[in-house]
C-alpha cells in the first residue's frame, strides 16, 4: 500500500505539531496517575484487609512523577545522573504495578512469589552496567512494565466478576485500559539494536501513526484513573446505601470528566498560545542573526573578491603578465604580498594565461595553484570573476577562492589574480555566537561548526552515490546524519535529536551554506507557565468536586444515620408504650421508678406511687364488649393524665390496673392527688356504660427499700380500698424497718 505524498507531509507534519507538545503530554501524563495513585490510596485506606490497592496507589504515585520528571529533563534538560534516577522511579513504580496484579491474583498456582523481584531488579541492574540505560529501561518495560499491567489487567477482570451495576463495567473498562496501556508502555519502547525493539519501537509508531507514543500512553493512563475513580465512587455508594448519592455519583463522575477534559484543553490552548509568542520571537531573533552572520561571513568574502579585483587591476600586475621580466615580477610580486596582507588570505597567486603560477604568496605558496584553483578551463564563474570553496585533502581544510582575469592594454586576458582564504578565518567573526552553527558544503558535509564531533560529519541523510562521491574527495567523512532531512530555511527540525528552529543562508552566490540553530529549550519553559496554571485550576476544581462529594458522602450518611435513630427510637417508643393507651407500659416502669428511687436516695425528696383500678371493670366488658371496655380504659387513661404534672409518670401495670409514679410527693399529698383523681374518674361520663369508679392504693418509698417492695405495697393498700367497698383511697403503712425506726 503507497501513500501519497501529500497524506505523507500531512502525517509529518501532524507527527511534528505533537513532538512540540510532549511538555503538555508528560503533565496531564503524570497528572493522571498521580490522580489514579490518590484514588487507589482512599480505596486501601478504607478496605486496610486489601493490600493490592496500596500497590497500585503506589505505581500511580510514582508514576506520574516520573512522568513529571521526563518534563523537567525535556524543560531544564537530561544528564547521566538524572537519566538514571528516572530510570529507577519507572522501574520501582512496574514494580508495584506487578505486585498489585500478583496479590490479585496469589491463588493461582503460577503465580510467582516476591522472590522474583531481586532478579528482574539484578538483571536491570546488570544491563544498565553492560550495555546503558535505554537498554536497561527497556528491560523493565518488557519484564516488569508490559508483565504487571496485563497482570492488572487480568486482575481487574477478575474483580469485575464479583461486582454487579456499573462497578462490574467499570472494572471491565480498566481492564481493558490496562491491557492496551501494558502494549503502549510495555511492548513499544525506545529503539534499540535489538529484537524487538529494533522493529517495534517509539519511533516506528511515531512513524507509521504520526502520533508519539506518549500521547497513547497519557490518554490511556486518563482512562485508568477514570475506571478506577468510577469503581471507588460505586463503592461509597454501596456503603451508604442512598439512592441520591448515587446518583450524585454518576452525574459527578460526568461532570468531572468534562471539566477536567474542559481544562485541559483550555490550558493546553494557553500552553500552546506561550509557545506560539516566544515561536515568533525565536523565529524574529533568528532571523536577525542569519543576517547578521551572514552579513560578516560576506563581508570577509567580498573583502577578499574587492583585492582580488585591486589585484588583477594593478599597472604592476598587468606588466607583470603582459611584459614579463624580473623587475615587473618583483613588483608584482611586492602588490601580491600586500593584497595577501590585506586580506588574511592564505595564499595568493599571479597565473598567466595557461594557468601557470608565475607569483605566489602567503602560507600555501609552495602549494600548486592548480590544486586550490583548478585550471583556467575548470574554474567556474564568469570571465570577470570566479569564486567558490573547495576542500583542502592536504590540509583537510576548506578554503575560498577567488580570481580575476588580468587584462592588457588591447583588453585581452593575460592571465589571473587569485587570493586563498581560509574559512578557518570565518570562525573568527562567529565567536560570539552563542547558538550552534554548521558551515556546509552542497552535499551537507560541516567543514565548519562550534559543536563537537561536528566537523566533517553529514548534516542531512545521503543517497548512496553522493556516499560515494565524498568518499573519493573526503579522507574520513562520517556519514551518519544529524539530521533527519535536508536542511530548509525558516523550518522547525529535528537535529541531532532535539526540536530546533534553523535558518540557512546559501554564501556567495555558491551552493555552500551556513546554517545556525535557535535553541527551543526555551519556549518549554515558556510554555511551562501555561502548564502551572492549568495545573492550579486543575487542584481547584479537583478541590472543590472532591470537597462536595466528601459533604454529600457525609450528608448521605448523616441521612441514613438519622433515619436510623428514628427508626429506633420508633421502636423503643412502640416497646415502652401501651397501643390501647398511649400510656407507658411496664417496661418502661422499669426505667423510669428506679430512676426516681435512686434520685431520692441521693436528695433526699419523698417519692410516692398509687396503683389504682376500674372497679367491676369484668362486668364491663362481659356486659358491653371489650370494644367498650377498651373505650373506657382509653377515655379514663386520659382523663387521669390531664390531671397530672408533668413530671408525674403513669403507667399501665395491666389489664385495667395503672400505676402512678409521684416525685416530690409524700404519702399524704399523694392521697390528696388520689383523690382528686377518683373524684376526676367518677365524674368522668360514658354514653354505653354511664358511670365507672375506680379505687386507688398509696404507698410512700422508704429510703433502701426494694422497687418490688414499693409496688407490692401499693397493691396492698388498693386491695384494701376495694375490700372497704371501692371508689375510695387507702394508704399503705409504712415497711417495717421505717415503722420499728420511727417507734
Same mark, same amino acid.
Given at each position: 500500500?503507497?501513500?501519497?505524498?501529500?497524506?505523507? /507531509?500531512?502525517?509529518?507534519?501532524?507527527?511534528?505539531?505533537?513532538?512540540?507538545?510532549?511538555?503538555?503530554?508528560?503533565?496531564?501524563?503524570?497528572?493522571?496517575?498521580?490522580?489514579?495513585?490518590?484514588?487507589?490510596?482512599?480505596?486501601?485506606?478504607?478496605?486496610? +484487609?486489601?493490600?493490592?490497592?496500596?500497590?497500585?496507589?503506589?505505581?500511580?504515585?510514582?508514576?506520574?512523577?516520573?512522568?513529571?520528571?521526563?518534563?523537567?529533563?525535556?524543560?531544564?534538560?537530561?544528564?547521566?545522573?538524572?537519566?538514571?534516577?528516572?530510570?529507577?522511579?519507572?522501574?520501582?513504580?512496574? =514494580?508495584?504495578?506487578?505486585?498489585?496484579?500478583?496479590?490479585?491474583?496469589?491463588?493461582?498456582?503460577?503465580?510467582?512469589?516476591?522472590?522474583?523481584?531481586?532478579?528482574?531488579?539484578?538483571?536491570?541492574?546488570?544491563?544498565?552496567?553492560?550495555?546503558?540505560?535505554?537498554?536497561?529501561?527497556?528491560?523493565?518495560?518488557?519484564?516488569?512494565?508490559?508483565?504487571?499491567?496485563?497482570?492488572?489487567?487480568?486482575?481487574?477482570?477478575?474483580?469485575?466478576?464479583?461486582?454487579?451495576?456499573?462497578?462490574?463495567?467499570?472494572?471491565?473498562?480498566?481492564?481493558?485500559?490496562?491491557?492496551?496501556?501494558?502494549?503502549?508502555?510495555?511492548?513499544?519502547?525506545?529503539?534499540?539494536?535489538?529484537?524487538?525493539?529494533?522493529?517495534? +519501537?517509539?519511533?516506528?509508531?511515531?512513524?507509521?501513526?504520526? *502520533?508519539?507514543?506518549?500521547?497513547?500512553?497519557?490518554?490511556?493512563?486518563?482512562?485508568?484513573?477514570?475506571?478506577?475513580?468510577?469503581?471507588?465512587?460505586?463503592?461509597?455508594?454501596?456503603?451508604?446505601?442512598?439512592?441520591?448519592?448515587?446518583?450524585?455519583?454518576?452525574?459527578?463522575?460526568?461532570?468531572?470528566?468534562?471539566?477536567?477534559?474542559? !481544562?485541559?484543553?483550555?490550558?493546553?490552548?494557553?500552553?500552546?498560545?506561550?509557545?506560539? !509568542?516566544?515561536? $515568533?520571537?525565536?523565529?524574529?531573533?533568528?532571523?536577525?542573526?542569519?543576517?547578521?552572520?551572514?552579513?560578516?561571513?560576506?563581508?570577509?568574502?567580498?573583502?577578499?573578491?574587492?583585492?582580488?579585483? &585591486?589585484?588583477?587591476?594593478?599597472?604592476?600586475?598587468?606588466?607583470?603578465?603582459?611584459?614579463?621580466? #624580473?623587475?615587473?615580477?618583483?613588483?608584482?610580486?611586492?602588490?601580491? /604580498?600586500? $593584497?595577501?596582507?590585506?586580506?588574511?588570505?592564505?595564499?595568493?597567486?599571479?597565473?598567466?594565461?595557461?594557468?601557470?603560477? *608565475?607569483?605566489?604568496?602567503?602560507?600555501?605558496?609552495?602549494?600548486?595553484?592548480?590544486?586550490?584553483?583548478?585550471? =583556467?578551463?575548470?574554474?567556474?564563474?564568469?570571465?570577470?570573476?570566479?569564486?567558490?570553496?573547495?576542500?583542502?585533502?592536504?590540509?583537510?581544510?576548506?578554503?575560498?577562492?577567488?580570481?580575476?582575469?588580468?587584462? #592588457?592594454?588591447? +583588453?585581452?586576458?593575460? %592571465?589571473?589574480?587569485?587570493?586563498?582564504?581560509?574559512?578557518?578565518?570565518?570562525?573568527?567573526?562567529?565567536? %560570539?555566537?552563542?547558538?550552534?552553527?554548521?558551515?556546509?558544503?552542497?552535499?551537507? @558535509?560541516?567543514?565548519?561548526?562550534?559543536?563537537?564531533?561536528?566537523?566533517?560529519?553529514?548534516?542531512?541523510?545521503?543517497?548512496?552515490?553522493?556516499?560515494?562521491?565524498?568518499?573519493?574527495?573526503?579522507?574520513? @567523512?562520517?556519514?551518519?546524519?544529524?539530521?533527519?532531512?535536508?536542511?530548509?530555511?525558516?523550518?522547525?527540525?529535528?537535529?541531532?535529536?532535539?526540536?530546533?528552529?534553523?535558518?540557512?543562508?546559501?554564501?556567495?552566490?555558491?551552493?555552500?551554506?551556513?546554517?545556525?540553530?535557535?535553541?527551543?529549550?526555551?519556549?518549554?519553559?515558556?510554555?511551562?507557565?501555561? !502548564?502551572?496554571?492549568?495545573?492550579?485550576?486543575?487542584?481547584?476544581?479537583?478541590?472543590?468536586?472532591?470537597?462536595?462529594?466528601?459533604?454529600?458522602?457525609?450528608?448521605?450518611?448523616?441521612?441514613?444515620?438519622?433515619?436510623?435513630? #428514628?427508626?429506633?427510637?420508633?421502636?423503643?417508643?412502640?416497646? &415502652?408504650?401501651?397501643?390501647?393507651?398511649?400510656?407507658?407500659?411496664?417496661?418502661?416502669?422499669?426505667? !423510669?421508678?428506679?430512676?426516681?428511687?435512686?434520685?431520692? #436516695?441521693?436528695?433526699?425528696?419523698?417519692?410516692?406511687? *398509687?396503683?389504682?383500678?376500674? /372497679?367491676?371493670?369484668?362486668? *364491663?366488658?362481659?356486659?358491653?364488649? $371489650?370494644?367498650?371496655?377498651?373505650?373506657?380504659?382509653?377515655?379514663?387513661?386520659?382523663?387521669?393524665?390531664?390531671?397530672?404534672?408533668?413530671?408525674?409518670?403513669?403507667?399501665?401495670? %395491666?389489664?385495667?390496673?395503672?400505676?402512678?409514679?409521684?416525685?416530690?410527693?409524700?404519702?399524704?399529698?399523694?392521697?390528696?392527688?388520689?383523690?382528686?383523681?377518683?373524684?376526676?374518674?367518677?365524674?368522668?361520663?360514658?354514653?354505653? @356504660?354511664?358511670?365507672?369508679?375506680?379505687?386507688?392504693?398509696?404507698?410512700?418509698?422508704?429510703?433502701?427499700?426494694?422497687?418490688?417492695?414499693?409496688?407490692?405495697?401499693?397493691?396492698?393498700?388498693?386491695?384494701?380500698?376495694?375490700?372497704?367497698?371501692?371508689?375510695?383511697?387507702?394508704?399503705?403503712?409504712?415497711?417495717?424497718?421505717?415503722?420499728?425506726?420511727?417507734?
Amino acid at each position: 500500500m503507497t501513500v501519497s505524498l501529500p497524506e505523507e /507531509d500531512a502525517r509529518l507534519a501532524m507527527a511534528a505539531f505533537l513532538i512540540d507538545q510532549l511538555d503538555f503530554i508528560f503533565f496531564f501524563y503524570g497528572l493522571a496517575f498521580l490522580l489514579l495513585g490518590a484514588t487507589c490510596w482512599a480505596i486501601a485506606r478504607r478496605r486496610r +484487609n486489601e493490600r493490592s490497592w496500596a500497590m497500585l496507589a503506589a505505581f500511580g504515585l510514582i508514576h506520574g512523577a516520573g512522568e513529571w520528571l521526563d518534563l523537567s529533563a525535556l524543560i531544564l534538560g537530561d544528564s547521566p545522573v538524572f537519566s538514571s534516577i528516572r530510570l529507577s522511579v519507572m522501574t520501582a513504580s512496574f =514494580v508495584f504495578l506487578a505486585e498489585f496484579g500478583r496479590i490479585q491474583m496469589s491463588d493461582r498456582r503460577w503465580t510467582p512469589g516476591r522472590w522474583i523481584y531481586p532478579l528482574i531488579l539484578g538483571l536491570v541492574v546488570l544491563i544498565a552496567y553492560a550495555a546503558g540505560l535505554t537498554e536497561a529501561g527497556i528491560a523493565a518495560r518488557y519484564a516488569l512494565g508490559l508483565v504487571g499491567a496485563l497482570a492488572s489487567s487480568l486482575a481487574l477482570l477478575g474483580r469485575a466478576r464479583s461486582l454487579s451495576g456499573p462497578g462490574r463495567s467499570y472494572a471491565r473498562s480498566a481492564a481493558i485500559a490496562f491491557a492496551l496501556y501494558g502494549i503502549a508502555a510495555g511492548f513499544i519502547v525506545p529503539a534499540a539494536p535489538f529484537w524487538p525493539a529494533s522493529i517495534v +519501537n517509539d519511533a516506528a509508531f511515531a512513524g507509521l501513526t504520526g *502520533v508519539p507514543i506518549q500521547l497513547i500512553r497519557g490518554l490511556l493512563a486518563c482512562w485508568i484513573a477514570l475506571a478506577v475513580w468510577a469503581i471507588w465512587g460505586e463503592q461509597l455508594a454501596s456503603e451508604v446505601s442512598s439512592g441520591s448519592f448515587s446518583a450524585y455519583l454518576r452525574e459527578q463522575f460526568l461532570w468531572t470528566a468534562g471539566l477536567m477534559s474542559l !481544562i485541559l484543553m483550555l490550558g493546553w490552548a494557553l500552553t500552546e498560545r506561550l509557545g506560539e !509568542i516566544y515561536r $515568533h520571537n525565536v523565529e524574529t531573533e533568528a532571523s536577525g542573526d542569519i543576517d547578521l552572520v551572514a552579513s560578516r561571513v560576506s563581508k570577509e568574502l567580498d573583502t577578499a573578491d574587492a583585492l582580488t579585483e &585591486t589585484l588583477a587591476g594593478s599597472p604592476s600586475t598587468k606588466d607583470a603578465l603582459a611584459q614579463g621580466g #624580473d623587475a615587473a615580477l618583483a613588483r608584482a610580486k611586492a602588490v601580491l /604580498d600586500l $593584497h595577501v596582507g590585506a586580506g588574511r588570505a592564505e595564499g595568493g597567486y599571479l597565473l598567466d594565461a595557461e594557468g601557470g603560477a *608565475v607569483a605566489a604568496s602567503g602560507a600555501l605558496a609552495q602549494r600548486r595553484a592548480a590544486d586550490l584553483l583548478g585550471s =583556467v578551463r575548470e574554474r567556474s564563474g564568469s570571465p570577470e570573476r570566479r569564486a567558490g570553496f573547495v576542500f583542502d585533502a592536504a590540509t583537510r581544510a576548506t578554503v575560498y577562492h577567488t580570481s580575476r582575469d588580468v587584462t #592588457d592594454a588591447e +583588453n585581452r586576458v593575460v %592571465g589571473a589574480a587569485a587570493l586563498i582564504v581560509s574559512v578557518e578565518a570565518f570562525a573568527k567573526d562567529l565567536e %560570539g555566537l552563542n547558538r550552534p552553527y554548521y558551515f556546509v558544503d552542497p552535499h551537507g @558535509v560541516v567543514v565548519l561548526s562550534n559543536l563537537p564531533d561536528a566537523d566533517h560529519r553529514t548534516l542531512w541523510p545521503l543517497d548512496t552515490a553522493a556516499v560515494s562521491e565524498l568518499a573519493g574527495r573526503f579522507d574520513g @567523512v562520517d556519514v551518519r546524519p544529524i539530521a533527519r532531512a535536508e536542511i530548509r530555511d525558516a523550518a522547525w527540525m529535528q537535529i541531532d535529536g532535539a526540536r530546533e528552529y534553523v535558518r540557512r543562508r546559501f554564501i556567495a552566490g555558491t551552493d555552500w551554506s551556513l546554517i545556525i540553530l535557535k535553541p527551543t529549550r526555551q519556549i518549554f519553559a515558556t510554555r511551562f507557565v501555561g !502548564i502551572v496554571i492549568t495545573l492550579l485550576v486543575t487542584i481547584v476544581a479537583l478541590m472543590y468536586l472532591l470537597g462536595k462529594e466528601r459533604w454529600m458522602h457525609e450528608d448521605a450518611q448523616r441521612k441514613a444515620q438519622s433515619k436510623l435513630q #428514628d427508626l429506633a427510637r420508633d421502636l423503643n417508643i412502640k416497646a &415502652t408504650t401501651d397501643p390501647l393507651t398511649g400510656l407507658y407500659n411496664r417496661l418502661r416502669l422499669n426505667d !423510669i421508678l428506679p430512676h426516681e428511687m435512686a434520685r431520692s #436516695d441521693r436528695v433526699g425528696s419523698p417519692l410516692s406511687v *398509687v396503683m389504682y383500678d376500674i /372497679d367491676q371493670f369484668k362486668g *364491663v366488658n362481659d356486659r358491653f364488649g $371489650h370494644a367498650v371496655g377498651d373505650k373506657v380504659l382509653a377515655t379514663l387513661s386520659g382523663t387521669v393524665s390531664a390531671s397530672l404534672r408533668a413530671t408525674d409518670n403513669l403507667v399501665r401495670w %395491666g389489664g385495667e390496673e395503672f400505676l402512678l409514679i409521684l416525685p416530690d410527693t409524700d404519702p399524704e399529698s399523694a392521697r390528696h392527688v388520689a383523690e382528686k383523681l377518683r373524684a376526676a374518674v367518677a365524674a368522668q361520663p360514658f354514653d354505653e @356504660v354511664g358511670q365507672v369508679t375506680s379505687s386507688f392504693g398509696v404507698a410512700g418509698y422508704a429510703a433502701g427499700e426494694p422497687m418490688a417492695d414499693l409496688i407490692a405495697r401499693a397493691d396492698k393498700a388498693l386491695y384494701r380500698a376495694k375490700a372497704n367497698g371501692r371508689n375510695q383511697v387507702a394508704v399503705a403503712p409504712p415497711p417495717l424497718s421505717r415503722r420499728t425506726a420511727q417507734a
